[in-house]
């Protein structure tokens, strides 16, 4: 299928590996011109240069906190100076400690907000005027099954990211009219950095294996399986393009069967 998004631009945060890395591998398989971000320089300028050889586009590649102002300004500054505006705009970040409710202070769950939720508005007010200037955009958020269905021991993830989805649906109902989609990708367990720490957190605590761990995770996937970030990719990549034009204000889950819900 031919995605019609050759020449676009993508904004992709948190790139520098995990799902964020396969977004921006899936796009520039597209030929979409990306800009990638992440906390770390020299992590992020390795996967630039990575996706830039291999597939053959252009990559701009900033360090960036998303939860500072300043850094989120200096990402549109230099994205635009390179590229002149912004089409796509995937917003990710990486997840906060896990534990249960009572583990945590209040200030953990305000730092929280601030990583998963508020980071992404920022992000979103920074760059759709672009979008809204050109009527054509593609805001996309990933979040977790945990926004359909809360999981044990990851008290702040659970809580941060269920206002993404109120945030992202009165965003779509508000900007369609000017050709942008929002949507939220809700991934289950795929095989990433994050995923591979619960495992060996839940080891930790448990006492148990590795292959103990994982099995009891896989029992409860239709699939048998844990995802693979490509696979994840390929659903923003799909998100991004005219195909999926009509898919607008959705929360998508990508976990193989696991979320048990009707809705």
Not at 74 to 81: C, F, G, Q
Not at 106 to 127: C, G, H, K, P, W
Request: glycine share 8%.
């Amino acid at each position: 299928m031919n995605l019609n998004i050759k020449g676009k631009v993508a904004v992709i945060t948190a790139a520098s590996r995990g799902l964020g890395k396969a977004v921006a591998e899936a796009l520039a398989a597209e030929g979409v011109n990306i800009a990638i971000c992440s906390r770390n320089k020299s992590a992020i300028e390795k996967t630039g240069e990575y996706i830039s050889n291999r597939y053959g586009i252009e990559v701009l590649s900033i360090p960036c906190d998303i939860t500072k102002r300043k850094d989120i300004e200096n990402l549109k500054n230099e994205t635009i100076k390179k590229y002149g505006t912004v089409h796509i705009l995937f917003t990710n970040s990486g997840g906060p400690p896990t534990g249960k409710t009572l583990d945590f202070k209040t200030e953990d769950f305000r730092q929280a907000i601030e990583l998963n939720l508020m980071s992404m508005i920022e992000l979103v007010y920074t760059f759709v005027p672009y979008m809204i200037k050109q009527r054509w955009g593609r805001i996309i958020a990933s979040t977790s099954i945990s926004v359909k269905q809360p999981i044990d021991n990851i008290a702040l993830s659970n809580v941060s990211r269920v206002g993404v989805i109120a945030f992202i649906k009165t965003l779509s109902r508000e900007i369609g009219g000017y050709n942008i989609s929002s949507n939220i990708i809700a991934p289950g367990y795929i095989k990433t950095e994050r995923v591979e720490n619960l495992i060996r957190n839940r080891m930790e605590k448990e006492k148990i294996s590795y292959e103990d761990v994982s099995g009891d995770i896989i029992k409860n996937i239709p699939l048998k399986r844990i995802g693979k970030p490509e696979e994840f990719g390929s659903l923003v990549a799909y998100l991004s393009s005219e195909a999926a034009a009509y898919i607008n204000g959705e929360t998508i889950l990508i976990d193989g069967g696991m979320y048990k819900g009707l809705f």
